[in-house]
Nanobody
Framework: QVQLVESGGGLVQAGGSLRLSCVASGSILSISTMGWYRQAPGKQRELVAIHTTGGRTNYADSMKGRFTISRDSAKNTVQMQMNNLEPEDTAVYYC??????????WGQGTQVTVSS
């Protein structure tokens, strides 16, 4: 079992920045990929960014150039720096982990609200 705890969400004006953090615990040696998804009201959960153990990253098109994901495997954490935030970025952001056994785990989510 893997437990994920997010932090760092909050209120910010358009153009501002936030840094999200996620700490994994439990069977951490089984984790292969970590990342972030988000879900806004009335919309499906969508990929924001992922980071593999090999250091490969992938971003959704709307986040490229604005968001940066980083990972510290030794500390079992993943972070995401979000710059130039827009009202359209308002959503609940969820930490995600994929294990070697192909099991997915999710955090409880942290709210990000961007005002105009």
């Amino acid at each position: 079992q893997v437990q994920l705890v997010e932090s760092g969400g909050g209120l910010v004006q358009a153009g501002g920045s936030l840094r999200l953090s996620c700490v994994a615990s439990g069977s951490i040696l089984s984790i292969s990929t970590m990342g972030w998804y988000r879900q806004a009201p009335g919309k499906q959960r969508e990929l924001v960014a992922i980071h593999t153990t090999g250091g490969r990253t992938n971003y959704a098109d709307s986040m490229k150039g604005r968001f940066t994901i980083s990972r510290d495997s030794a500390k079992n954490t993943v972070q995401m720096q979000m710059n130039n935030l827009e009202p359209e970025d308002t959503a609940v952001y969820y930490c995600y982990a994929l294990t070697l056994g192909a099991r997915s785990y999710w955090g409880q989510g942290t709210q990000v609200t961007v005002s105009s």
